[in-house]
């Protein structure tokens, strides 16, 4: 059966991604940690819509439970026919200054898991002929980012990434898609311990001026 994989479903713009997929009659499959959060958002969506969710929990910045889920979808003859790498987080701080653990998980999670997954199930739509990979970049992907400097290379990256592995798909049946969307209200602003935007404010005013 056909499903589209949803990274990071739990919250925010995964969510309202997964919803939306529902309600265009897709089934679903949504990762990402927290268990209770899944259940639900897979029992109202089967409830509204005529659809199967499959729940996986999983932590994405490991390596492991990233083949654990790409096991799992071929052992159980899943088609991933969608593939929306959305799950990831910022962090505000100054780089040097920051904690080591929680940068290097940044880029597991936001560059190396998108990367894995792209990998693995870009080579089965390859095969197939056909299949869309959406890659949540942001607006962060078009500047440098003081104070959140990995976050906005991370995205960055992504944003090239998609870009080019786009072109080299080209006639495959395959697409890449990169979305860059602008500051969102969700769990995110939380997650980053964002205390540094006024700072950052104050840095693209001064930044402004100069390019004036
Ligand atoms: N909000 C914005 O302003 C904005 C702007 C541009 C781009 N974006 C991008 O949009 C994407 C979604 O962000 P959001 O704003 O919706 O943030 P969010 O509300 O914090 O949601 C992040 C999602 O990622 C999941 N996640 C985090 N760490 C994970 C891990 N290790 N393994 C598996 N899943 C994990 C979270 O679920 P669990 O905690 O349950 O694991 C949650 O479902 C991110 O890639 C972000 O960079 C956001």
Aim: hydrophobic share 40%; net charge neutral.
């Amino acid at each position: 059966m056909a499903y589209t994989l949803v990274t990071g479903a739990s919250g925010g713009i995964g969510m309202e991604l997964a919803k939306e997929f529902a309600r265009n009659g897709h089934n679903l499959i949504i990762a990402a940690r927290t268990s209770d959060k899944l259940e639900m958002l897979k029992t109202d969506l089967e409830k509204k819509h005529n659809i199967e969710v499959e729940v996986f929990v999983a932590d994405l910045s490991c390596e492991e439970e990233r083949n654990r889920l790409y096991s799992y979808t071929q052992s159980h003859n899943m088609e991933v026919e969608i593939l929306v790498n959305n799950a990831g987080f910022g962090d505000s701080n100054a780089f040097l200054d920051a904690a080591w653990e929680r940068q290097r998980n940044m880029v597991e999670l936001n560059n190396l898991a998108l990367m894995h997954l792209t990998y693995l199930y870009g080579n089965e739509m390859k095969k197939r002929g056909c299949g869309k990979i959406l890659n949540l970049s942001s607006v962060a992907a078009f500047s440098a980012g003081p104070y959140m400097s990995i976050y906005y290379a991370s995205k960055g990256f992504v944003l090239s990434f998609s870009e080019a592995i786009h072109e080299e798909l080209k006639g495959s049946g395959v697409t890449v898609t990169a979305l860059c969307p602008g500051p969102t209200a969700t769990g995110f602003e939380k997650n980053a311990e964002m205390k540094n935007t006024k700072t950052t404010r104050k840095f693209a005013r001064k930044l402004a001026r100069k390019l004036n």
